[in-house]
């Protein structure tokens, strides 16, 4: 069943998704007017989500109660896989901008939709650039608008936690946002890295309550404290 399932993904599963990411990307650009409207963000989603449906992967999301879909928030969340961003993509309910590295931007299609949706690239080689795309961000979030942020810069090797960045934390602390954890269970396993193919296996979200950080005298103690009820928040796989 496995070797059947891989050959359905690439036989099956992936020309169709490309398919729909060409549609989706070349639709956002078009309507990049409306980058921030809930119509073409729904659009998105279900883009997104069709990654899960073509895999037969089941999604389970809890905490979406935790959140005001007409507040901006600075979300963070754990770097498990590539099948991270297609899950709090899809799952997610609130029109959001990711801070993503700019690599991506070479992207055939995706990385120009990404740019007309308001997505920000970050140089993270380039201080003043990273800057700028830091003050970028900060512009994007009001009336609603959220960003989505791996504070961990890069995906996990082994499935655990890493040390967390920074710029999620100024972020909040100079607009006055509170912070939302999202715990990420199940992706690992789905898609590690390196991989080139989809394992079956359940995925979980879960959206934690608001962070004020302002509550915090110590920076490196509000980041810490985020970490940890992100961990907090992550489903033990194994079972």
Partial sequence: ???LYIIYQYLVALPIALLFTIITAVVTIIFS???NSAWLHTLQMWWSKSFYYLCFIPVHVSGLENINPNQSYVFVSNHQSMFDVVLVYGWLPVVFKWMMKKELRRIPFVGKACEKAGHIYVDRKNI???QQSISDVKAALKDGVSTVIYPEGTRTKDGSVGRFKRGAFQIALDLGLP????SLSGCYEVMPRNKMYVTHHPVYMHVGKPIDVT???DRDAAIEYVRQQVIDGMINVDK
């Fill in 179 to 182: 912070i939302v954890p999202i």
């Fill in 33 to 35: 007017r409306w980058k």
């Fill in 215 to 217: 509550q915090f005298e």
């Fill in 1 to 3: 069943m496995k070797y």
């Fill in 128 to 130: 003043k650039a990273a």
